[in-house]
């Protein structure tokens, strides 16, 4: 008789562990403290992936620049879908000032950007010379055009833009 009841008794616990909803009563201690392990060091290097991103990440920058006593502004640095697919410029004279949309041309891909370093003035040229940045780690899969629009505060009777590319111009708009 006690037999049976013993016989009884381990087939009700087993039935009873195998009913659970929750997993980890089925899981032996070692597993889910290796488990456990593995979700803290995921975490770990998602914090410090975002810790060194933000770090690394350029500071926003004032929009009027003074370079070689030529003010000028940073109007937009949107991406413009009537840009030409090769790159160039096109500029408006206005009052006092001259207003220059520089074009990169169609890119693949996105991370393609443009940032104006500085802008001078010498016989009668004005000359703005761009960086051209190249997209680094995982970028969009879709055509872009990288486009900035800076407003310089001076006319100029003929423009150069200088940078990786070969900037040449499409138009000159009218006012």
């Known amino acids: 008789m006690k037999e049976k009841s013993i016989h009884y008794l381990i087939k009700y616990y087993q039935r009873k562990k195998s009913n659970s909803a ?7 201690g070692d597993i889910m403290k290796k488990v456990f392990i593995g979700i803290l060091v995921i975490l770990c290097v998602v914090v410090l992936g ?6 690394t990440k350029e ?9 070689n ?4 502004d940073i109007v937009t640095t949107e991406t413009d879908l009537s840009c030409m697919s090769t790159p160039g410029y096109s500029y408006l004279e206005k009052d006092d000032s001259t207003i220059i949309k520089i074009c990169r041309g169609t890119k693949p891909t996105g991370g393609y950007e443009l940032d104006v370093k500085k802008v001078e003035y010498k016989d009668d040229t004005l000359y703005v010379y ?8 995982v970028v969009t899969q ?7 629009t800076i407003k310089v505060h001076q006319k100029a009777k003929k423009i150069v833009i200088k940078g990786n590319e070969d900037y040449k111009e499409y138009k000159k708009e009218q006012s």
């Open 22 to 28: 929750l997993f980890w009563y089925n899981v032996d």
């Open 50 to 55: 975002l810790i060194i991103a933000t770090l």
């Open 59 to 67: 500071k926003d920058k004032p929009s009027t620049y003074n370079s």
């Open 69 to 72: 006593n030529i003010k000028f």
């Open 130 to 137: 761009v960086k051209d940045s190249n997209p680094r780690g």
């Open 142 to 148: 879709a055509l872009t055009d990288p486009t900035i």
